[in-house]
């Protein structure tokens, strides 16, 4: 495929072969933002070019465009528009689209509909979304595109099929970052020394807080994709998939609480810890915390 600079052949050349018999959902995970929506494009020029991705046809023309007729974009200016213009909420907007799932494309190849950064659908549009893929679609495909898989409802995931693109390479944490990270990793094992911690006035500030749930954020990816050599990514890869998961909802939660100028910093790194401790965080094989 020609114009797909951003997605790697080794990506391409796997669509390729999906493209025979293309699965009802595909989940495109890893990369960055722009390389996953540059993947979900190519996916849609593969089930729809005569030559799978050609970059020269009309087809994916129009699909790089965004006017294909037979390619529907799910994100956030589609529900953005439907709330401003039409009044209608995320729910009530999907579901104007199902009778058009129900019908075949108008074109000879498939009806492609991309649901981009599905992790920050609404639980209401993802159980939609599920009841859709539920029931099979002729002739129509579903996209989600996703950090990780994990981010999304897990029975959205084994409804899919799973394509990941190369994890990007994380650089080096600040120092105080990582103290305060392998800290709070320390607290999930042991239980102890995480309250002397923040107790201290004036150690962690709004700026040093957010930037501890930046860095766990860069951990967990690298958790998730099995990034070697990394002791804090390797600390938090023992959480199994459903703490990380669990990880993944609880530095959503800290990073929105932050936003709020009138939550204390100290207070947040403290619900952050206690949360992951009280709804199971603490990783396989290491001892309860001290009561």
């Known amino acids: 495929m020609q114009g797909c600079a951003c997605v790697t052949a080794s990506v391409l050349d796997r669509m390729r072969a999906l493209a025979v018999r293309p699965p009802q959902s595909l989940v495109l995970e890893g990369g960055d933002a722009a390389g996953r929506q540059a993947a979900a494009l190519a996916w849609a020029k593969a089930l729809n070019c005569p030559e799978h991705g050609c970059g020269r046809c009309a087809?994916?023309?129009?699909?790089?465009?965004?006017?294909?007729?037979?390619?529907?974009?799910?994100?956030?200016?589609?529900?953005?528009?439907?709330?401003?213009?039409?009044?209608?909420?995320?729910?009530?907007?999907?579901?104007?689209?199902?009778?058009?799932?129900?019908?075949p494309p108008a074109g000879t190849g498939f009806r492609v509909t991309i649901f981009p950064e599905a992790h920050e659908l609404t639980p209401e549009v993802a159980n939609l979304l599920l009841k859709t893929l539920e029931e099979p679609r002729p002739g129509n495909v579903f996209v989600l595109t996703a950090p990780q898989r994990e981010?999304?409802?897990?029975?959205?995931?084994?409804?899919?099929?799973?394509?990941?693109?190369?994890?990007?390479r994380a650089e080096a944490l600040d120092?105080?970052?990582?103290?305060?990270?392998?800290?709070l990793l320390g607290f999930l094992e042991t239980g102890?020394?995480?309250?002397?911690?923040?107790?201290?006035?004036?150690?962690?500030?709004?700026?040093?807080?957010?930037?501890i749930i930046v860095g766990l954020e860069r951990e967990l990816v690298a958790a998730l994709s099995g990034a070697a050599g990394d002791a804090a990514a390797g600390r938090l890869a023992r959480l199994g998939p459903?703490?990380?998961?669990?990880?993944?909802?609880?530095?959503?939660?800290?990073?929105?609480?932050?936003?709020?100028?009138?939550?204390?910093?100290?207070?947040?790194?403290?619900?952050?810890?206690?949360?992951?401790?009280?709804?199971?965080?603490?990783?396989?094989?290491?001892?309860?915390?001290?009561?």
């Open 59 to 103: 087809a994916c023309r129009q699909i790089d465009g965004g006017v294909f007729r037979d390619l529907i974009v799910i994100d956030k200016p589609f529900f953005e528009a439907a709330a401003k213009e039409e009044h209608k909420s995320g729910p009530e907007a999907l579901r104007e689209l199902m009778p058009t799932w129900g019908q």
């Open 175 to 183: 120092a105080d970052v990582a103290e305060w990270i392998v800290a």
């Open 242 to 291: 459903a703490g990380l998961r669990r990880l993944d909802l609880a530095l959503a939660q800290a990073q929105e609480a932050l936003s709020q100028p009138t939550a204390p910093p100290a207070l947040v790194l403290d619900w952050l810890a206690t949360t992951l401790i009280a709804k199971g965080g603490t990783p396989a094989g290491t001892p309860r915390p001290a009561r």
């Open 151 to 168: 981010r999304l409802l897990q029975t959205l995931v084994s409804r899919s099929f799973v394509l990941a693109l190369p994890w990007p």
């Open 192 to 211: 102890r020394g995480w309250f002397e911690r923040t107790g201290t006035k004036g150690a962690a500030d709004r700026n040093l807080a957010q930037r």
